[in-house]
């Protein structure tokens, strides 16, 4: 008796932790070009797949691809319009690259393969900030109005990306540390 008892609550407490494990440590993962991925072949509109999505700072963003013949290279605003692949920020080459949206604001990639960003093998991925209350200018302020404080479609101003973890990951850790207990005890 004491021992089912015990099982359930341990269920409860599992149920529990995967609940909240799925709440804060795993943003949307999104595909990039759905089952075509990345690719030149298959005419993807990399731009319209990328205004059909809703982007979040912690998301993941999939780039699934042959290796041999893509890659995926952050890059800045102007490369990303001009297919300019000599610089980039990063670099993934895996063929099954995962990279967190860690920031809010543009996020470029194209392909570096020669041609295929021209052919159309780039994407814009915006996780916009949280939606502003609209200034409303004072009506006598007729004289040398302030710069906006914030460009919508500015960069982040944090150019130079990192890859690092965002901060609920380390909570991940600890839950799946903790899950691992739970289900050696259970077994
Ligand atoms: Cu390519």
């Not at 839950?175 to 691992?180: F, P, Y």
Request: charged letters at 10%; one cysteine or more; hydrophobic letters at 40%.
């Amino acid at each position: 008796m004491d021992s089912v008892l015990e099982k359930r609550s341990l269920v409860v407490v599992f149920l529990f932790l995967v609940s909240n494990l799925a709440q804060f440590s795993f943003g949307a993962v999104h595909k990039v070009g759905e089952s075509a991925g990345w690719t030149t072949i298959a005419n993807v509109d990399y731009k319209q797949w990328a205004i059909s999505k809703s982007f979040q700072v912690g998301d993941i963003i999939v780039f699934e691809y042959n290796s041999q013949f893509h890659n995926v290279m952050r890059v800045t605003h102007a490369e990303y319009k001009s297919c300019n692949v000599s610089s980039p920020i990063t670099t993934h080459t895996s063929g099954n690259d995962s990279i967190v949206i860690d920031t809010n604001g543009h996020h470029f990639f194209v392909c570096g393969a020669p041609g295929h960003c021209q052919a159309g093998q780039k994407v814009d991925i915006n996780a916009p900030r949280a939606p502003r209350v609209a200034a409303s200018s004072p009506l006598g302020s007729a004289s040398a109005t302030p710069a906006p404080p914030l460009a919508p479609g500015a960069p982040a101003p944090s150019s130079g990306v990192s890859l690092s973890a965002p901060p609920t990951i380390p909570f991940g850790k600890l839950g799946c540390m903790l899950l691992a207990c739970i289900v050696v005890g259970l077994f």
